[in-house]
Structures are given as structure tokens and as C-alpha cells.
């Protein structure tokens, strides 16, 4: 594992392998990327913190992505729905992000909100909103329930199960990651630039690339510059025409089919972003 993360960090950074090799040796012999930097130079080929602290980082990450493939496979094999194309599709993965679309289908569920109306008795109501029933509002009298106790409740507890449905949905799901991965950006500018005493994030103060394209090593130098509070990060999409592109479903939609949308373009959005700006 190691070996191979060693040749796809040198593919990244552009730095040699040798190089990589000698501060990975250095680190898991306890020295401190200032120490290794300072004093470790005729080993690591003069690199300086920053080129230490992504080899470190991007190890890190890679390491952590095989260990949940492994995870991953296992979880499904045990409940043997582990078919040959999928264990393809889940080893041939690079992004983390791939993975945990992947697995999404097979990972047990925890008790959502959806899990709670569910148990209510509320997925009949849902299927009403879908249908666009008339009197909706008076429909769901008939669903008041503890814990819904009134129909305005019990309408909200049937669009939380029809917002996780939706969200489950492979065809939306792809949709929204090829979005996010072709057309939406990370930007960031300077938030605190007094902190960034030696300008090491200086080309972040006012920076965009689009997702797909944006390379590792500057995932985690954003990282870091949001962490220590120097940089502002954020992800510039399109959620209207994500929007427009799931209404697109319905020949009739009412209000709470056009509240179900919104929520669940913007629940996706948010748990493809944590799930792919999250590799430190």
C-alpha cells in the first residue's frame, strides 16, 4: 500500500519518489515536518514545510481511502450482495467520494427523520403529495398521529420521507455528482491575511477551479488555510438548474413537491461536498 501511494504522491506534487520515500521514513520515525525541513535536507532533496506537509497529507489520505475500500467491501460481503462489477467499481475508485456513493445502497440505515414518519404511518401521505392530491391539507387530518400531531406536521413528516427517498434515487444521484464534478468550483479568498505572515496561501486569497480538476495538494493547503483561519472556502454551484432539472420529473407538482426539490438538491449538495473536500 505504502509503495503505491508513493509512486501516485510523486505523480501529484511532480517531487521524486526517493523524495517522498525519505520523509514518509522520517515521519513514522517521530521527526516533526519543521524538524525534517530544518535539519533533514540533504535526505528529502531540500523540501521545504509546505511540499513535507502535503507528502504527509496526501499519504494520509490515501492510506484512510484503501483502508474504507476494505471496510466497504466487507460491510457488503457480509451481506452477500458483493457482485464482481462491484468490487471492481469500489477497488477501481479514487476519490473517497466514489466509494461512499457506492456503498449508499448497502449501508445500513441510522433512524432518520424519514425513519420516524415511516413508523408513523405517514408513507401513504407521501404518496398522496406525489399524486398531487387536492385538500392535501385535509387529506392529512387523517394521519395525525403522536408525534404529528397536527397535518401540518404530518405533511412534513411525509415530504422527510419522500426527501430521502429522492436522495437515494441512483439517477438523481449521478446527475448531481457529474454536476458538482463538470461545472461547480471551490473558491476562496483571504479571510485574515495578517495570519499568513510568510504569504504561504497567498495564491488562495482569491482562487477558483472547478472540482473535477482540482488536484489534492491543493484541497489540503485549503484545508489548512481555513483551519487556521487565513482563508474563507466555498463551493460556487448552480443548485437552480439542479433544481429545475429534478421538477423536470413531475407533469404536476404542488407546494410541498417543490419544497421536497429544493431540500433534497440541497441535502445532496451538502453531503457530496463534505464527502469530497474531506481527504486530510
Known sequence: MKNENIIKIA????IKESQISKVLDLTS??????????????MTGNLDEVQIKSIIDLDKSMTALAERKATVLAKIQEQGKLTAELQKAIETAEKLADVEELYLPYKEKRRTKATIAREAGLFPLARLILQNKASLEKEAQAFVTEGFETAEKALAGACEILIESFSEDNRLRSWVYNEIWSYSSITSTVKDEAADDKKTFQIYYDFSEKVGKIQGYRILALNR??????LKVGFDHNTDKMIRFMASRFKNKNAYIDDVISKTIKKKLFLLWNVAFTVS
Open 11 to 14: 505523480q501529484e506534487l511532480g
Open 29 to 42: 520515525q517521530g521527526n516533526t515536518i519543521p524538524f525534517i525541513a530544518r535539519y533533514r535536507k540533504e
Open 225 to 230: 488555510g481555513e483551519k487556521l483561519g487565513i
